[in-house]
């Protein structure tokens, strides 16, 4: 089982709508979930980060944590083509002398439609 | 968040050379990281550049690949040795500032082997 799962997609979403982005994680002990957006090209560029359970929002975009179900997500509110990108789940597991590096999912491709 | 310059940015190198890539933070930083990114794939990571001491590599890399140097909090290198065309892929650098901040990364190296 690979430690960080996103959907691939493509998912397409019309311009305006929500977009709905999903993550999920295996280890338990997961502490800290960062979403990020890497454009064609590009290196990632970090949206948002997330530690406790609920949600987080930050302008169009909202990241929600369920640890029970460790299952993290990210809402676009108000859907634009410019958000058209590669987004990137990533997490980090902090324990005692780990250097708390990030581990990455394969990524979801989101195509927003004009 | 911290500034990351990433040289060089691409490059096409012969087989059987080394290539090293910079990665200078315009701050002092505690973590620094090295990932690979091979094409339509996501990052995976190769090691933790460790400043002072021999950086810690991830299953599957190893130092006489791959050496790193972190003689400072502010920069880093990574050699990729004895270049073949499997290691074509985007080189990229990222730094963490602490449990409350993202992770930034540099502007990625595009490496081609012929």
């Known amino acids: 089982q690979k430690e960080v799962e996103q959907n691939s997609g493509p998912l397409s979403v019309p311009e305006g709508a929500i977009a709905s982005l999903n993550c999920t994680y295996s280890d338990r002990g997961s502490q800290s979930f960062f979403w990020y957006r890497q454009y064609s090209g590009k290196s990632p560029e970090l949206i948002m980060f997330i530690y406790s359970n609920g949600d987080k929002e930050d302008g169009r975009f909202t990241a929600q944590l369920n640890k029970a179900s460790q299952y993290v997500s990210l809402l676009i509110r108000d859907s634009q083509p410019s958000d058209s990108a590669t987004y990137l789940c990533a997490v980090r597991l902090e324990a005692s002398g780990s250097a708390r590096q990030l581990t990455f999912g394969s990524g979801t491709q989101l195509t927003v439609l004009p | 968040s911290a500034v990351i310059s990433q040289k060089p940015s691409r490059d096409i190198c012969q087989r059987g050379t080394s290539l090293t890539i910079q990665c200078q933070v315009d701050?002092?930083?505690?973590?620094m990281f090295w990932y690979r990114q091979q094409p339509g794939q996501s990052l995976t990571l190769i090691a933790t550049a460790n400043q002072g001491s021999e950086a810690t590599y991830e299953s599957g890399f190893v130092i006489d690949k791959f050496p790193i140097s972190r003689p400072n909090l502010t920069f880093s290198t990574l050699t990729v040795s004895n270049m073949s065309p499997e290691d074509s892929s985007i080189y990229l650098c990222s730094v963490g500032q602490g449990v409350n901040y993202g992770y930034t990364f540099g502007s990625g190296t595009r490496l081609t082997v012929v």
């Open positions: 701050s002092q930083v505690t973590m």
